[in-house]
């Protein structure tokens, strides 16, 4: 029973560097989304797919890149990376992309991501 | 108004007593609503979901008052072990696919032994 998987749970990038956060689910969700969590921040959106081949900018896009070729995998791109994205991501996926009760976001166990 | 606000606390509860927290969200046309916990910066985790009529689970209730436009979650007889974040989520979807999901930063309680 697999949920959500993030790899890797751990990095450490030089300035400049690009690499790509690995996220994966096997719910058969239609909704995957990144988050990044810094201190006294919480959660910010960063990137979301409503389902294959759709995906849109949430609130601290820049710098980052998505692509949902596939319901299952949703991987995120640091195009190059930069100290101040420095964070721990975090990738979560929903069933229903319309909104229900019983539908709430399942998260995977995180990247920390440190950029010198 | 902010999309989704909590008091960020901390709240300084001793063990065994009652503690309440509310979130209020400003869009009225919000479908569904959810508390989750979260420890230590690790992953959030689904504590429960929020019912129009209010649910129980535990130790643990929520309530919907959407005239209002807010959530609460209420801990009864806390635990050493309930000291954690509480995030409030709201999800406005019900026919926009392209609503998003949005968390409010958290409220810190710490349960004082």
């Known amino acids: 029973n697999a949920g959500v998987t993030q790899t890797p749970k751990f990095q450490v990038l030089k300035t400049g560097q690009s690499m790509t956060l690995q996220c994966a689910q096997d719910?058969?969700?239609?909704?995957m989304s990144w988050y990044r969590q810094d201190p006294g921040m919480g959660l910010r959106l960063i990137h979301y797919?409503?389902?294959?081949?759709?995906?849109d900018q949430g609130e601290v896009p820049n710098g980052y890149n998505v692509s949902r070729s596939t319901t299952e995998d949703f991987p995120l791109r640091l195009l190059s990376a930069a100290p101040s994205q420095t964070s721990v991501y975090f990738c979560?996926?929903?069933?229903?992309?319309?909104?229900?009760?019983?539908?709430?976001?399942?998260f995977g166990n995180g990247t920390r991501l440190t950029v010198t | 108004r902010k999309e989704v606000e909590q008091d960020p606390g901390p709240f300084n509860v001793p063990e065994g007593a009652t503690v309440a927290f509310n979130c209020t969200y400003s869009?009225?046309?919000?479908?569904?609503f959810f508390w989750y916990r979260q420890d230590c910066r690790k992953e959030p985790k689904l504590l429960m979901s929020?019912?129009?009529s209010g649910n129980e689970d535990g130790r643990f209730t929520a309530q919907l008052n959407r005239a209002s436009q807010y959530i609460s979650l209420l801990i009864r007889d806390s635990k050493l072990s309930d000291s954690a974040t509480y995030l409030c989520?709201?999800?406005?979807?019900?026919?926009?696919?392209?609503?998003?999901?949005?968390f409010g930063k958290g409220t810190r309680l710490h349960i004082l032994p």
């Open positions: 719910m058969n969700h239609e909704y």
């Open positions: 929020v019912y129009s």
């Open positions: 797919s409503v389902g294959a081949g759709i995906t």
């Open positions: 979560a996926s929903s069933f229903t992309a319309t909104g229900a009760v019983d539908s709430p976001l399942h």
């Open positions: 869009n009225s046309a919000s479908q569904s």
């Open positions: 989520v709201v999800n406005p979807w019900k026919e926009n696919r392209d609503d998003k999901i949005i």
